[in-house]
């Protein structure tokens, strides 16, 4: 068996860049695509018959590319207008859209940002109703002060 994997190595690099693909579908990070796109620059220097140390260097060699240089354009790219990719810190709620789950008054009430339901309190008069847009003006340790969308 190892006689066989030793003189197709081929087949190893396909394994490591399929898997590395399906952990990228669960993760949508960009890191373990440009692993698999090293994979696949290993599996054609495969074909062509360079030693396996050698094939280990391209894979290197292409993933840290894909990694430093094309990652970080694709990451821009990718990037939703209104979206915080990068900034998961409270700090970037302000500003933010969400929806309202249940009756938000000024002392009690739900929100649901970005799938995840918060408690929340408005800064209006008015209680805001559910599926109303409203925007997070402030963040108070687990509870959003909100105002009604304009």
């Given at each position: 068996m190892f006689d066989w994997l030793s003189d197709n190595t081929w087949v190893l690099w396909l394994v490591v860049a399929a898997g590395s693909v399906l952990v990228e579908l669960m993760m949508l990070d960009l890191i373990f695509l440009?692993?698999?796109?090293?994979?696949?620059?290993a599996l054609i220097a495969s074909l062509f018959g360079i030693p396996f140390a050698a094939e280990i260097g391209v894979f290197a060699a292409v993933a840290a590319v894909l990694l430093f240089a094309l990652r970080p354009v694709a990451m821009r790219h990718l990037s939703l207008p209104g979206s915080h990719?990068?900034?998961?810190?409270?700090?970037?709620?302000?500003g933010r859209n969400a929806a309202v789950t249940s009756e938000v008054s000024e002392h009690a009430g739900f929100v649901k940002l970005d799938g995840e339901?918060?408690?929340?309190?408005?800064?209006?008069?008015?209680?805001?109703a559910v599926d109303q847009e409203v925007v997070i003006e402030r963040v108070d340790g687990a509870i959003l002060w909100v105002r009604p969308q304009r």
């Open positions: 440009m692993l698999a796109g090293g994979a696949l620059g990719p990068h900034d998961d810190s409270i700090e970037a709620y302000p339901i918060w408690s929340a309190r408005t800064t209006s008069p008015m209680p805001l």
